[in-house]
């Protein structure tokens, strides 16, 4: 039988020492994962301790990373433990702030390279 883990329980673990996701209602420790993760230490601490469900579903995780949850499972969450899952995961996340940033960066720079051309072309007389 696994183990029960309590709201309180996941949210006291979200440091670098200790780190617990939860993931479609099963908690994970993802500690011994961290040097390995493809993505980084920053995105997997920004979830650290809340509902990261949505966050690991829209990278599109491989088959090869959803193969390594079973062993990393501790147990599934209590969902009585007095808070609603979509409140857990609702705060924008440091990921989601970066991702956002770099969405915006992501326009403004092509863009401004563009003005630059058209006016070195005008004024050049080209």
């Not at 183990?3 to 309180?8: A, F, G, P």
């Not at 920053?42 to 979830?47: D, K, R, S, W």
């Not at 990261?52 to 090869?64: K, L, Q």
């Not at 609702?90 to 702030?97: D, E, G, L, V």
């Amino acid at each position: 039988m696994s183990k029960v883990v309590t709201l309180e329980e996941l949210k006291a673990n979200n440091t670098k020492s200790s780190i617990w996701l939860l993931i479609d209602g099963k908690v994970y420790n993802c500690t011994k994962f961290i040097d390995e993760h493809p993505g980084g230490d920053e995105v997997i601490l920004a979830e650290a301790g809340k509902d990261a469900t949505e966050a690991f579903e829209d990278v599109g995780h491989s088959d090869e990373a959803r193969a390594l949850l079973p062993e990393m499972m501790i147990g599934t969450f209590d969902k009585n433990s007095g808070m609603d899952l979509k409140k857990l995961s609702t705060a924008p996340t440091s990921a989601q702030k970066a991702i956002e940033h770099g969405s915006n960066l992501m326009y403004f720079i092509p863009l401004s390279l563009m003005g630059a051309y058209f006016a070195w072309r005008y004024y050049s007389g080209a």
